[in-house]
């Protein structure tokens, strides 16, 4: 299990004493990059599309100051006294990442949508992920397989609108899958980046170019083709996608305000973010569910389900964290941009295998709207590239 820690402590270190952040992208923990400070960098007047864990925040018409990469990969091997690897070989990584982060993710999802089927309390299920990636990185710490951050009271006071927001789009999504298929959830997930370019308009007023706009149409028109022809549609289920698409958003911003300066990795940050996510929402979980319910419900899942149940609850638990784990490896390897098209892709590979998975019964009309949606938002990704 710490084996997937383990393989990124080498850059970790380098980190912990050479951070720089992307402070001036929206880059989202459990996803926030951090990289050892390039000696050179580089302006970039594009409008950039950061979907990080599913979260997309688009940032148009600002000047941003972005890594590197030939100044990132000097400096790392540099450090590490190795030479750079070749094109091919970073491919193949790139790939093994991408691939592996979809798997676990595929995963994931699957068993907590068993889990959830068995046992519907979402409040519950979220805290345990929570609860199991905060164990996972204190272990990590107190056996030195990953250096301990060093934090101020500062650091967890800008910590805490991050976690509230992550706590919130991370119940809400759980909510969501507890009352819909899975595939509806990304379904209307896949529309973040809707949400992101609205949320920077009204919030942030920035503006977009006009093409910027014109590419979200596909997005929200094929989520709603696909939410009004859904066959189970439930309006929790769609208002929990919907919230956690403006959570995550939200969460964005003020991650970004949160890593700014702080010399903390990525990985760091995620676990502080997943500790202090863990402490808002267990207060929540309890009033909202409580204890009763759950000890009520936990036994007729198991008498339904059978010991198993229990490995399927620790299952979701770890994958949840292992995917945001590999996903965080992903995008210290490669540009906000592949990375958003990598999330959409993970979307598609969530999408069909939970319906192949679940038997979930799709209309063509269904589908198309889904269709849609995920083409939308590769429409957008590439008008923002070629901007
Ligand atoms: C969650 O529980 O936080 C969601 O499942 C996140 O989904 P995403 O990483 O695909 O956005």
Redesign the pocket.
């Known amino acids: 299990m710490f084996c997937t820690v383990k393989q990124p402590l080498i850059s970790v270190r380098v980190c912990e004493r050479k951070t720089a952040v992307l402070e001036s992208c929206s880059i989202v923990p459990p996803l926030s990059l951090s990289l050892p400070r390039p000696r050179s960098l580089v302006s970039v007047q594009k409008p950039l599309h950061l979907s990080c864990?599913?979260?997309g925040l688009g940032l148009g018409g600002v000047r941003r100051d972005f890594v590197a990469r030939g100044a990132y990969e000097a400096e790392r091997s540099e450090v590490e006294g190795a030479r750079p690897p070749s094109d091919a070989a970073k491919k193949v990584k790139i790939g093994i990442y991408f691939v592996t982060w979809w798997a676990l993710?595929v995963v994931f999802n699957i068993y907590n949508k068993k889990v959830l089927n068995a046992f519907p309390f979402p409040w519950l299920t979220?805290t345990l992920?929570l609860a199991c990636g905060s164990f996972i990185m204190l272990f990590s710490w107190a056996t030195r397989l990953v250096e301990p951050p060093n934090t101020h009271p500062q650091f967890w006071k800008n910590l805490f609108p991050v976690s509230v927001y992550h706590t919130i789009?991370?119940v809400a999504?759980?909510v969501s899958m507890a009352k819909v298929a899975v595939s509806f959830t990304h379904i209307i997930?896949s529309a973040e980046p809707a949400f992101s370019v609205l949320v920077s308009r009204i919030f942030l007023r920035e503006t977009f170019p006009f093409q910027v706009y014109l590419s979200l149409l596909p997005i929200i028109g094929g989520c709603a083709l696909s939410a009004v022809t859904e066959l189970n549609f439930n309006m929790i289920g769609f208002m929990g996608a919907m919230i956690?698409n403006l959570a995550?958003v939200f969460r964005n911003i003020f991650s970004k305000k949160g890593m700014k300066g702080k010399d903390i990795s990525g990985m760091n940050y995620y676990a502080c973010l997943s500790m202090m996510s863990l402490l808002i929402l267990t207060p929540f979980a309890i009033a909202v569910e409580g204890p009763q319910v759950w000890a009520a419900g936990w036994q007729t899942a198991l008498s339904q389900i059978g010991p198993q149940f229990i490995w399927w609850v620790v299952a979701q638990s770890i994958f949840?964290h292992l995917y945001n784990q590999v996903s965080y490896m992903s995008l210290d390897e490669i540009s906000p941009l592949t990375f958003s098209i990598g999330n959409t892709m993970?979307?598609i590979s969530v999408i069909v295998s939970s319906i192949i998975i679940f038997h979930t019964p799709v209309q063509p009309v269904n589908a198309l709207g889904a269709a849609i949606a995920i083409l939308g938002t590769f429409v957008y990704s590439q008008d923002l590239e070629n901007l």
Do not use: C, E, V
């Open positions: 864990g599913g979260l993710n979220s992920s789009g991370h999504a759980t997930k956690s995550f949840y993970k979307r």
